[in-house]
């Protein structure tokens, strides 16, 4: 079993940035694919980031540009950076980790971002 916890949600303007942190415990071995997702309002949950073990990336178009995701393998955390946040950005985001054919989520963590 793996668990994830995130941190670093919250409130901010329009603009502004938050920076998410996710740490993943437990049984860690052979984590491949890490990333975030997150669910707006009224709206199915989404992908916005990927990266994998070796660092590859992928990005939602409505993210690229903006965000930057980055992953310390030796910690097991992954970290999304968010700039130039946007109120459609609101949403609750939930970490998630691969690891063979088991695939995990985290709590979420809320971000809101005001116009």
């Known amino acids: 079993q793996v668990q994830l916890v995130e941190s670093g949600g919250g409130l901010v303007q329009a603009g502004g940035s938050l920076g998410l942190s996710c740490a993943a415990s437990g049984n860690t071995f052979n984590i491949n694919l890490m990333g975030w997702y997150r669910q707006g309002p009224g709206k199915q949950r989404e992908l916005v980031a990927t990266i994998t073990k070796y660092g590859r990336t992928t990005y939602a178009d409505s993210v690229k540009g903006r965000f930057t995701i980055s992953r310390d393998n030796a910690k097991n955390t992954v970290l999304l950076q968010m700039n130039t946040l946007k109120p459609e950005d609101t949403a609750v985001y939930y970490c998630?980790?691969?690891?063979?054919?088991?695939?995990?989520w985290g709590q979420g963590t809320q971000v809101t971002v005001s116009s």
């Open positions: 998630n980790a691969d690891q063979m054919t088991n695939t995990y």
